[in-house]
């Protein structure tokens, strides 16, 4: 049974900084693409960012909104995917997902949300 599993979430001044783990489990991980998504109140989910898989050199791709602020790393060996924020806004809180996608990048519209797999989602609420 595939199992993602978010953690890190939580309240942040604007300005600061917060790290997101996503602990995956049941699944051969360094095999996957992972993403992370974020759904504020009252919006559609909407992509931030996504890393390769194994193999093809660590690729990454981010949103607009986020980029030149967050980053998503992996460590392949404990399973887990992160996403760094910093440089937080008010308008980055939302529910944030990790999913888990097996397709090639490439292959794929990595910025869509069509993945295989999905975690429960971890809350992060930044004040202004």
């Known amino acids: 049974q595939v199992q993602l599993v978010e953690s890190g979430g939580g309240l942040v001044q604007a300005g600061g900084s917060l790290r997101l783990s996503c602990a995956a489990s049941g699944l051969t991980f360094s095999n996957y693409r992972m993403g992370w998504f974020r759904q504020a109140p009252g919006k559609e989910r909407e992509f931030v960012g996504t890393?390769?898989?194994?193999?093809?050199?660590?690729?990454?791709d981010y949103a607009d909104s986020v980029k030149g602020r967050f980053t998503i790393s992996r460590d392949n060996a404990k399973n887990t995917v992160y996403l760094q924020m910093n440089s937080l806004k008010s308008e980055d809180t939302a529910v944030y997902y990790c999913?888990?996608?097996?397709?090639?990048?490439?292959?794929?519209?990595?910025?869509?949300?069509?993945?295989?797999?999905w975690g429960k989602g971890t809350l992060v609420t930044v004040s202004a």
């Open positions: 999913a888990a996608d097996i397709a090639p990048w490439g292959r794929v519209d990595v910025r869509s949300d069509r993945m295989d797999y």
């Open positions: 890393i390769s898989r194994l193999g093809i050199g660590s690729r990454t």
